[in-house]
């Protein structure tokens, strides 16, 4: 079974650019999720989709980042304009369902350098 | 909101030996499950175990277990014949009931170093 998929895996802007990361979920996995990972720290949780809808994006900088999940498989998340704090690890993780019982499956990530 | 925190930044142990890694969280739910993910070096995270706050024995997985204290919100792992594969940063996490989606809340991490 093919896991989760990210790309790309390394990206250097600089600030006040824009940069976009895309992500497929394991198939049939109804539950999408985004984590910041800034290093030295825990991830933390960006935004969450049930198919193609937000279940949770209380801790997105909205006037920042977006994100889509259009037809409920792959998803993108935009940086616009960038910020030097931005620089981070972006993961992505995809579930069979909600529910805290469903493990979580982790990509490799992207990693964000923001000059 | 629910907080997490795991107080050893970095430990190390000799291979063969066990190490023991500490977790506090803070919570208000009386159902929810914690968890404890592995990140290798440049590697993606993966579930290590899995423990729901309703049931009272410690899970178990091969060489890694846990110690549930729900009184005291702990929860900590114990790895065990350590081996240099085992090399990561481990992280504890909390999630919720269903109603809150399921959210993964991470600690900070620690990082083990397994010694040859």
């Known amino acids: 079974e093919a896991g989760v998929a990210q790309s790309p895996r390394y990206k250097i802007i600089e600030k006040r650019q824009s940069v976009a990361f895309w992500c497929n979920p394991i198939?049939?996995?109804?539950?999408l999720y985004w984590y910041q990972q800034i290093l030295g720290q825990g991830p933390k949780l960006l935004i969450q989709?049930?198919?193609?809808?937000?279940?949770?994006d209380s801790q997105l900088p909205k006037d920042r980042f977006s994100a889509e999940r259009l037809k409920g498989v792959d998803s993108t998340l935009k940086i616009q304009p960038a910020k030097l704090e931005d620089s981070a690890v972006y993961l992505c993780a995809s579930s069979i369902q909600q529910g805290a019982h469903n493990e979580q499956f982790f990509g490799p990530g992207t990693r964000l350098t923001v000059l | 909101a629910q907080t997490v925190t795991q107080s050893q930044p970095e430990m190390s142990v000799q291979e063969a030996e066990t190490v023991t890694l500490s977790c506090t969280y803070d919570t208000s739910e009386n159902n929810y499950y914690l968890f404890w993910y592995k990140q290798p070096p440049s590697r993606q995270m993966i579930l290590v175990i899995r423990?729901?706050?309703?049931?009272?024995q410690n899970a178990t997985e091969n060489r890694f277990s846990v110690n549930f204290q729900k009184a005291a919100k702990s929860f900590s792992l114990k790895i065990s014949d350590s081996q240099l594969g085992d090399t990561a940063m481990y992280f504890c996490?909390?999630?919720?009931?269903?109603?809150?989606?399921?959210?993964?809340?991470f600690g900070g991490g620690t990082r083990v170093l397994v010694k040859p």
């Open positions: 198939s049939g996995h109804a539950t």
């Open positions: 996490a909390f999630s919720g009931t269903w109603a809150a989606g399921n959210k993964l809340t």
């Open positions: 423990q729901e706050a309703y049931k009272q």
């Open positions: 989709f049930q198919n193609n809808g937000v279940v949770d």
